[in-house]
């Protein structure tokens, strides 16, 4: 499975239970790896990429009133488009499922509250539309290998 290294409890923002930030990256790197070269590409039918910002605080680690575990939380509201506020690597995953040879669809999935997620109007849908569209097209210049 893809390792991960993001955490909506930290301070960082990052998985703080390893010796340090380096062993963190090379985990992760290690598990884009094993990605690339274990899932065959005709496995996959949709690559569907999420950023996030990283919260201005961290999240309580305990479930809210209603159940919601954090990392719930930190998906329902947090979630811009990629290069617009998020920390979450999407370059390198991206990358790593495109040398699977992966070559179909693309899906953004977003749930953007703004940075706080307390909640966002939208009030400029074409100009909001069009701004994840030049996201998609930088996320697949910045990914391709060349």
């Given at each position: 499975?893809?390792?991960?290294?993001?955490d909506p409890t930290t301070k960082s923002g990052l998985i703080e239970n390893v010796e340090n930030k380096a062993v963190l990256e090379k985990r992760f790197q290690a598990s884009l790896e094993n990605l690339s070269k274990t899932i065959p590409a005709e496995k996959i039918y949709i690559l569907q990429i999420s950023d996030a910002y990283k919260p201005k605080k961290p999240l309580d680690p305990n479930p809210d009133k209603s159940g919601l575990r954090p990392r719930g939380r930190w998906s329902?509201?947090?979630?811009?488009?990629?290069f617009n506020g998020g920390y979450l690597p999407v370059v390198d995953v991206t990358k790593a499922v495109l040398r699977t040879g992966f070559r179909?669809?693309?899906?953004?999935e977003v749930f953007?509250?703004?940075?706080?997620?307390?909640?966002?109007?939208?009030d400029d849908m074409p100009g909001y539309t069009k701004k994840?569209?030049?996201?998609?097209?930088?996320?697949?210049?910045?990914s391709a290998e060349k």
């Open positions: 499975p893809l390792e991960g290294s993001a329902s509201c947090l979630r811009p488009v990629p179909g669809w693309f899906s953004m953007d509250g703004g940075p706080d997620g307390s909640n966002q109007e939208w994840a569209m030049i996201s998609h097209n930088d996320l697949l210049d910045k």
